[in-house]
């Protein structure tokens, strides 16, 4: 298997950082990632994902500021039993 990770994102509004972040992901054989700093709306985590990686879980707030993310590789079989979030981006 590969690793896990804990990354303080600084942001990953722009599409550049986004890509960078994923690929980085995939170069170091990261399995699973846990994300803070993310500052994306809920409307626009979908936006951070590719053919290998997928966010599991996220938290952010109603600004372009906080959030967090639980990021996984497609290919890691993983179900979720149940999930909440915190409204303040935490």
Same mark, same amino acid.
């Given at each position: 298997?590969?690793?896990?990770?804990?990354?303080?994102?600084?942001?990953?509004?722009?599409?550049?950082?986004?890509? #960078?972040?994923?690929?980085?992901?995939?170069?170091?054989?990261?399995?699973?990632?846990?994300?803070?700093?993310?500052?994306?709306?809920?409307?626009?985590?979908? &936006?951070?994902?590719? &053919?290998?990686?997928?966010?599991?879980?996220?938290?952010?707030?109603?600004?372009?500021?906080?959030? !967090?993310?639980? !990021? !996984?590789?497609? #290919?890691?079989? !993983?179900?979720?039993?149940?999930?909440?979030?915190?409204? #303040?981006?935490?």
């Amino acid at each position: 298997y590969g690793y896990s990770s804990i990354w303080n994102c600084g942001g990953l509004n722009a599409p550049h950082k986004r890509t #960078s972040t994923l690929t980085l992901l995939k170069r170091k054989n990261i399995d699973i990632a846990l994300l803070q700093e993310t500052h994306l709306l809920k409307a626009d985590m979908g &936006r951070f994902a590719d &053919r290998f990686f997928h966010t599991i879980a996220f938290s952010s707030a109603d600004t372009k500021t906080k959030g !967090v993310a639980i !990021v !996984v590789r497609r #290919s890691l079989p !993983v179900k979720i039993a149940t999930s909440w979030a915190d409204e #303040s981006g935490r």
